[in-house]
């Protein structure tokens, strides 16, 4: 019986990898066949990237105690990650915001 559940899983995981093979595959090859359309997505990920980047760079990793990593298992490097997302989150959610508050401003402006 464990032998039929692992074949199973094996099956399963291939299938799982050809799918997100097949599902990035065909994203690549819908961009590169309309690339005037899609410059703005690529601006956009630029965008995101740079972000990231920032965020990266601008988290210290060291925020907290060597005695807390011990006890959780972890190390400044996830700490520096979780760091970057979290810088990555507030820009993010500030550009949103000072994007909606723009728009709301110049709507009655012009009509």
Do not use: H
Not at 81 to 95: D, E, H, K, Q, W
Request: charged fraction near 10%.
């Amino acid at each position: 019986m464990d032998t039929l559940i692992n074949i199973g899983m094996f099956v399963v995981y291939a299938l799982l990898v050809l799918g997100i093979l097949a599902a990035v595959g065909f994203s690549i090859y819908q961009f590169a066949g309309n690339f005037k359309q899609n410059k703005t997505t690529l601006y956009g990920l630029v965008g995101l990237v740079v972000i990231f980047v920032v965020s990266y760079l601008v988290s210290s990793g060291t925020d907290i105690s060597a005695a807390v990593f011990e006890k959780v298992g972890g190390n400044y490097e996830s700490s520096k990650m979780i760091g970057a997302g979290m810088y990555m989150f507030y820009i993010l959610f500030g550009v949103t915001l000072l994007t909606l508050i723009v728009t709301e401003i110049a709507r009655p402006f012009k009509k």
